[in-house]
C-alpha cells in the first residue's frame, strides 16, 4: 500500500536558519502531495501541495518540489522564525477512482529558538 | 477558516462505556473523514464518508462505527471504548476526493480510563 516516510524529529534550529525537512512516498498510480502544519493544540492546515511531477508548491515562505524520480517532496524554508514551531506532516493522495484518504507520515516536530 | 466544529472537544470515560463524537461542518462539502492521532504514529484515517448515508472503512476502523444521516453532520460512535482508544480525534472535510484539500476541525481529546 502507500507509504510516507518523512525524517524524524524533533528539529531544533536558531531563528533565520535553512530548514529542510525530508519527505518520501511509495505509492501506486500518480499521487497528490501535500505538507500539512499542526500548532500546538490546533487542528491540521494545508501548507503546501503539488499534483504533478515537477510542479512546486510554496506559501509563506516554505516550498516543496515533486520529484517522481526520486519519489520525494521535501520541504524547504530559507529563514524560519519562531512562529514556524510546530509539527509537520507530510501526506499523499493516490490518483484514480476510490482515492479518498491521504495518507500521512509521522510527523516532525520543528523548534525554532531566537 | 472551514467551519468545521467538533463536540465534545474534551471528554473522559470509563472503559466499556459508548461515546460518540460529532462533527459539524457549514461548508455543504461531500466527503467527510474521522482520523485518530497518536504519537508515532501520524494520523490514521478510522472511516470515511463520501455521501449522506455512504461510508466506508479506512486503515483502523475496528471497534468504530460511523453515521452520516445529514451531509452537514458525520458522527463516530465507539461501541464500548477501550485503553486503546485513547487519542485526539481528527474530523475533516474535503468538496473532492482525490487532490482536493482536506479542512481539519479542532479535535477532540478523549482519554479512556
Known amino acids: 500500500g502507500d507509504s510516507v516516510t518523512q525524517m524524524e524529529g524533533p528539529v531544533t534550529l536558531s531563528e533565520e536558519a535553512f530548514l529542510t525537512i525530508n519527505c518520501t512516498y511509495t505509492a501506486t498510480g500518480y499521487p497528490s502531495l501535500f505538507w500539512y502544519v499542526q500548532y500546538p493544540g490546533e487542528g491540521l492546515q494545508l501548507l503546501l501541495k503539488a499534483t504533478k511531477a515537477d510542479d512546486k508548491g510554496s506559501n509563506k515562505g516554505f516550498e516543496a518540489t515533486y520529484r517522481k524520480e526520486t519519489t520525494s517532496f521535501h520541504l524547504e524554508k530559507g529563514s524560519v522564525q519562531v512562529s514556524d514551531s510546530a509539527v509537520y506532516f507530510c501526506?499523499?493522495?493516490?490518483?484514480?477512482?476510490?482515492?479518498?484518504?491521504?495518507?500521512f507520515g509521522k510527523g516532525t516536530k520543528l523548534s525554532v529558538i531566537p | 477558516d472551514a467551519g468545521i466544529t467538533q463536540s465534545p472537544r474534551h471528554k473522559v470515560t470509563e472503559t466499556g462505556t459508548p461515546v460518540t463524537l460529532r462533527c459539524h461542518q457549514t461548508e455543504n462539502h461531500r466527503y467527510m473523514y474521522w482520523y485518530r492521532q497518536d504519537p508515532g504514529h501520524g494520523l490514521r484515517l478510522i472511516h470515511y464518508?463520501?455521501?449522506?448515508?455512504?461510508?466506508d472503512k479506512g486503515e483502523v476502523s475496528d471497534g468504530y462505527s460511523v453515521s452520516r444521516s445529514k451531509t452537514e453532520d458525520f458522527l463516530l460512535t465507539l461501541e464500548s471504548a477501550t485503553s486503546s482508544q485513547t487519542s485526539v480525534y481528527f474530523c475533516?472535510?474535503?468538496?473532492?476526493?482525490?487532490?482536493?484539500?482536506?479542512?481539519f476541525g479542532p479535535g477532540t481529546r478523549l482519554t479512556v480510563t
Open positions: 464518508s463520501y455521501g449522506v448515508k455512504d461510508t
Open positions: 501526506a499523499l493522495t493516490s490518483s484514480g477512482a476510490g482515492s479518498y484518504q491521504l495518507t
Open positions: 475533516a472535510i474535503s468538496a473532492r476526493a482525490g487532490e482536493d484539500e482536506q479542512y
